[in-house]
């Protein structure tokens, strides 16, 4: 596609219950990224991917949380047993390449996650 | 890691001038600067890899003092469309693949 795409949009779920979201990243690009907002916050990163591979894992907030990536596609993040601080938006962004190189990263509008 | 922004916000009269600052801690490869709008996706504005380095994109540009680890994004004879919510984004120069973002500075134009 032309751009970065994410599903759901918005999820409202409860507290307890899994959630999948998951990013279609643009075309060709290698590297894979997400990142949580929470309201009125930065971006904190979460994970990111080199192809299929995911080097670092090391800013999941907790076990709950995982991220495969397939084909050198697409990417879903599971969180296990929301919990209310999981609420966030949540975005995925690709580049051509690690270190981004002369055009950044490519994000997308994002999923709204709430946990009632 | 995570870079730190200063302001955290403005606001500025169309016309008017600012500067956003980006520091960190740590040694860096580069330094991207995004934009952000209420509800939208960041959007990429540009990228400075090498110490020293300036662009220009339009009335915004940025520069990149490497030994400070330090960049500036200046926006000058700012436009309505400049509101938003300004990051920096760092990659560092050895370690992390991803980018660190600092936690934003919000910039208002009125008219």
């Known amino acids: 596609g032309a751009g970065v795409s994410q599903s759901p949009s918005n999820k409202v779920t409860e507290k307890g219950k899994d959630v999948e979201l998951r990013c279609d990243p643009i075309s060709g690009h290698t590297a894979l990224y997400w ?3 929470s309201l009125g916050q930065g971006l904190e990163f979460l994970i990111y991917f080199q192809g299929n591979s995911a080097p670092d894992k090391s800013g999941l907030p907790s076990d709950r949380f995982s991220a495969e990536r397939t084909g050198g596609s697409v990417s879903t993040l599971t969180i296990q047993r929301t919990q209310q601080e999981d609420s966030a938006v949540y975005l995925c962004a690709s580049s051509l390449s690690i270190r981004g190189g002369n055009y950044g990263y490519t994000f997308g509008s994002g999923t709204r996650l709430t946990v009632v | 890691q995570q870079p730190v922004q200063s302001p955290q916000a403005v606001i500025l009269r169309e016309g008017e001038d600012a500067v956003i600052n980006c520091s ?12 952000q709008k209420h509800g939208e996706a960041p959007i990429f504005l540009m990228i400075l890899l090498k110490g020293g380095e300036q662009k220009g994109h339009d009335k915004i540009s940025a520069s990149f003092n490497e030994k400070k680890q330090q960049s500036s994004l200046y926006l000058t004879a700012s436009q309505l469309s ?25 910039l208002t134009v009125i008219p």
């Open chain 2, 24 to 35: 960190s801690s740590k040694a860096l490869y580069s330094v991207h600067w995004y934009r």
């Open chain 2, 82 to 106: 400049y509101s938003g919510t300004y990051f920096c984004g760092t990659e560092l120069r050895t370690g992390a693949n991803n980018l660190f973002f600092g936690t934003g500075t919000r």
């Open chain 1, 35 to 37: 990142y949580r907002q």
